[in-house]
């Protein structure tokens, strides 16, 4: 159990937390390597600047004195000059070449020359083991003195220590900051996500036994606010369908019940005494009636079952509406005439329908009808369709059914009037514009009422073509 | 005419057996699918009452052996409404189906029709008692004497002559005379009995039409 609890928030952090701080690690690399990159390279060429200022200053030293020097000594002073110029650390040298041998100077002397001999610009040289940069310079005679070569060279070993020290400082420089960057990431992921975990945290406190619990809105950031928006809606919508089922089971409970203890009761009534043959075939008749009444709640439970699991309509074919209403009423006809009412059709509509479902479903509305329908009256059906769908509404006159009915008449076993609770069969179950209902959703439909004026309309729309999209 | 029921359920099988037995019907039964199959395929048997859930080898595997080797009429039980097992019931060849509960009535209604199927000669005059029915003429006669009816109405008694001593239940009448393929919940076969009674049974005396409570109607000479 702790283990689990554990890995799941573990999970919950390389989701989301673990995944920023890594992208910020991955972004924090790259700004740092570029960064770092283009350091060095200025540093490089910055250096090597340095570098050759430091040589081409020294041997403009050397030569203004070599071209202004006035004799005699020239040789002499020279070399002096070059003494005192060279620092102690013996980074920069000198080296000076002419035919007159007291114009000579510098170690490797021949060495020196015979590798700079021909060569323009900076000139690379290693002497002694020191790589060393250098300069050349060929002075022509004057009257003062002979034809001098002159030669000014660098270690380039501070440069490169330098170089070295400066890479090597910034790619530290760099790594901490990509490391501090990740970790600073992680740590505002965390804060940024703190909202996210305690709604998560609040969604698993709520249970069957707190189903009326509610996320509480304010506390949250905007960005999460309309996702528990969404959450609290979809409870609401659970909470609803809970109690609708609820009330359903006490319902189908209820109605149940009476046939059942009917049945119970006249049993044992008639076992309790010896009985003639006729008076246990009545009993078994009267309970054979009762039977009948269970098995018809049985199988229209099953059927609104089927079609709230969203069992659609098969075996479809387009129809005219108008012929299946005709049908339907012509087989409810003796009813009608018994109720002392007519029926009139308007409009027709093609549609593809299950004959059957949708006969079944008239049934119902015509029954609707008849038992809110003043005598006398006719009852009119109207046909209309729009680009996706087909509605049959079925109009009564008489008495108005108020809202609050109105608004709930196809719930299941829902009786507008509590007193005709106790209606012959043709009353149904309380079932009947419930599977009316079942019926239009098969077809991808919905079902409609309304009471004024006198006037009441109860009827289903069903889809002209079945995948098209749900109206409702 | 010899019945196969399969069947593992004992309180049906036994209800099943005693009624077909009452019914005329030579009756055999098996318990479950595996003897079911055997008993189909090595007797000869008229129709088979066969239900889709049964131990050792299912409804449906018991019908598709049967299929390779024998034409039996099958009427498959099943205990599910939904149109899948239908679909496939009637895929697998079974001639008809009954969702269980079903009436015992609609049974033997239903047993009848397909082993009737195919060889029907009807004659088109019907005679029930002093009640005389013309199919082709659409005239009723009751002791010689002209009962005028409603279209419905005739179709209503050309069934039940036709059906005479056959209890027939209201969702059957109800689909046969209507073509309402469906359990319909009004009172709407009722009313036209009553009304159908009203013409041809009460000014006579000697009632033809019965109802049997919880059951149905039926069409017979009682005396």
């Known amino acids: ?472 | 005419m010899k019945v196969l029921i399969v069947e593992d359920e004992a309180k049906t099988a036994d209800y099943l057996r005693q009624g077909l037995t009452e019914q005329g019907y030579n009756v055999e039964l098996a318990v479950d699918g595996i003897d079911g199959q055997h008993l189909a395929l090595q007797q000869h048997f008229d129709v088979i009452v066969l239900d889709a859930m049964l131990p050792g080898k299912d409804g449906f595997a018991v019908l598709r052996a049967l299929r390779e080797f024998k034409n039996t009429p099958v009427l498959m039980l099943t205990a599910r409404d939904g149109t899948q097992d239908r679909v496939k019931g009637l895929q697998e060849g079974a001639d008809d189906y009954l969702v269980k509960p079903f009436s015992f009535n609609e049974l033997v209604a239903r047993i009848q029709a397909i082993t009737r199927r195919g060889n029907v000669q009807e004659s088109t005059q019907l005679r029930v008692g002093d009640l005389l029915v013309d199919l082709i003429s659409r005239r009723v006669l009751r002791a010689g004497q002209r009962i005028d009816l409603t279209a419905k109405e005739f179709a209503l008694l050309a069934l039940l002559c036709r059906r005479q001593g056959e209890i027939l239940s209201k969702t059957v009448i109800a689909e046969l005379v209507w073509d309402m393929n469906f359990d319909s919940n009004t009172n709407v076969v009722e009313v036209a009995i009553k009304r159908l009674r009203a013409k041809m049974d009460q000014p006579f005396g000697v009632s033809l039409l019965h109802t049997i409570r919880g059951m149905g109607y039926v069409l017979e000479s009682r005396e």
């Open chain 1, 1 to 472: 159990m702790c283990w689990k609890a554990v890995n799941r928030t573990a999970d919950f952090k390389s989701t989301i937390a673990l995944r920023l701080a890594l992208l910020f690690a991955v972004l924090a690399l790259i700004a740092f390597a570029l960064i770092t990159l283009v350091l060095n390279v200025v540093m490089a060429r910055e250096l090597q600047r340095h570098e050759y200022e430091q040589i081409e200053s020294r041997r403009q030293d050397m030569r203004y004195m070599l071209q202004h020097a006035r004799p005699p000594g020239i040789a002499l002073r020279a070399r002096e000059k070059i003494e005192a110029l060279t620092p102690t650390d013996g980074h920069a040298m000198y080296w000076l070449w002419s035919e007159d041998p007291d114009f000579r100077y510098g170690q490797e002397l021949t060495t020196v020359l015979g590798a700079t001999v021909g060569k323009a610009g900076m000139i690379e040289l290693d002497i002694d083991g020191r790589h060393i940069h250098a300069l050349r310079e060929e002075l022509v005679a004057s009257a003062a003195r002979p034809a001098v070569t002159l030669v000014v060279g660098v270690d380039t070993r501070p440069f490169a220590r330098t170089a070295h020290s400066f890479r090597v400082a910034s790619v530290l420089i760099a790594l901490i900051g990509v490391l501090l960057v990740s970790a600073l990431g992680y740590w505002v992921a965390r804060v940024g996500l703190a909202p996210l975990v305690r709604l998560s945290r609040a969604i698993r406190e709520i249970g069957p036994h707190n189903r009326a619990q509610r996320l509480t809105l304010p506390a949250l950031p905007s960005e999460l606010a309309q996702l528990g928006a969404s959450f609290n809606a979809a409870l609401d919508r659970l909470e609803l369908a809970y109690q609708q089922l609820a009330t359903f089971n006490d319902d189908v409970a209820h109605e149940l019940r009476t046939p059942l203890g009917n049945l119970i009761g006249q049993t044992q009534v008639a076992l309790t005494r010896e009985r003639g043959v006729e008076e246990m075939r009545e009993l078994l008749q009267s309970n054979l009636e009762e039977l009948e009444r269970l098995r018809q709640i049985v199988a229209d439970m099953l059927f609104l079952a089927r079609a709230d699991q969203g069992e659609r309509a098969s075996r479809l074919q387009a129809v005219s509406l108008a012929q299946e209403v005709q049908k339907t009423a012509e087989f409810m006809d003796i009813l009608f005439d018994e109720a002392g009412l007519t029926v009139q059709v308007q409009g027709d509509a093609v549609a593809s329908i299950e004959s059957a479902l949708f006969r079944r479903a008239l049934t119902n509305l015509f029954q609707n009808a008849m038992q809110y329908a003043r005598a006398g009256t006719c009852i009119t059906i109207d046909i209309r369709s729009d680009a996706t769908h087909a509605y049959v509404a079925i109009s009564n006159a008489g008495e108005a059914i108020a809202p609050e009915h109105i608004a709930r008449i196809f719930d299941r076993f829902y009786r507008v009037d509590s007193s005709r609770t106790h209606q012959p069969a043709s009353a149904g179950h309380g079932l009947g514009l419930a599977i009316v209902k079942a019926v239009a959703s098969m077809h991808q439909g919905s079902v409609f009422a309304r009471s004024e004026a006198g006037t009441t309309t109860v009827g289903l729309a069903v889809a002209l073509s079945q995948g098209v999209g749900l109206a409702s």
